[in-house]
């Protein structure tokens, strides 16, 4: 795994423990191969701590100039691949220069670490965190070895949440009131609300409420915009007569959501919107959009 430059095997196995590695609570990461492993999760202002093991490849000796260990939180943006932009670097000094000739363990630990943004895999971008090893060697080339790990940060229940209110109208021909208990939604939370049929002219057909996320990257012309329908729910099939009213309830565990991000380091934005759909006989579609907030409540055991 440790391949050095110019070489066609490795010099040393090099292993990142994190000391409380049986007891950390584990997710997915999806790699960039497609794989999917089980890493630690972190949130913001803990202590990363664990040992690094290096052991030279049998009858080996390996000459370094130093040995270091780096926790690096970095956005890459898949249309500039390999270029990562790093918003967090800390590294810490393991060994100086010398030979190793057998197994060798160094412990380290980073203390309360600022992770502000949490980790996410999207459509254009992806923000991730890892720690890396580098066994560094001069001529003969750097050994360098990664571990990953996933960070999430809650919110507590925001103090104001106010109630969405959104009108649909065609003048002398159609009008509509909508009505969601909330505008900021948890992970896990349920969309309550109403629809009201103050207006009816025109035949509609069917109604469907989408949740909608649009993942924005770069920036001015460089912009790259991403929209994924993540959740399709019918709300009527038929007409509707006036003074009607339809009541909405749709749980949002089973989507893959995640929090929203507003403007993360200026690489990225991830927003989240109701997307109402009115279509009529003839099938003329009629649009009204909302956005709403996305956060990450603790869970409570």
Known sequence: MNYIIGAFKPAS??????SDEKTRKKVPLKKENGQTVMVPLFQSQENIVGQISVEPVQGKKIEHNGIKIELLGQIEMYFDRGNFYDFT??????????EIYERKTYPFEFSTVEMPYETYNGV?????????????????????????????????????????KMEVGIEDCLHIEFEYN???????DVIIGKIYFLLVRIKLKNMDLEIRRREST????????????????ELMDGAPVRGESIPI???????????????????????????????????RRYFKQQEITIYRLEETS
């Open 218 to 233: 770069g920036s001015g012309a460089n912009t790259h915009v991403e929209t994924e329908t993540l959740a399709k729910f």
């Open 89 to 98: 670097s800390l590294v810490r000094e393991l060994d100086v220069p010398g």
């Open 124 to 164: 254009n971008v992806r923000l991730r965190y890892v720690l890396k090893v580098t066994i560094s060697r001069g001529y003969a080339g750097s050994i360098m070895e990664y571990q990953d790990f996933v960070v999430r940060n809650y919110s507590p229940s925001p103090p104001i949440n106010n109630s969405i």
């Open 249 to 283: 309830r749709l749980f949002l565990s089973p989507y893959e959501l995640t929090p929203t991000h507003r403007n993360i380091n200026n690489k990225f934005s991830v927003k989240y919107y109701f997307n109402l759909v009115l279509v009529d006989e003839e099938d």
């Open 13 to 18: 196995n090099i292993s990142i423990t994190f």
């Open 182 to 188: 909330k505008s900021k939604y948890h992970l896990k």
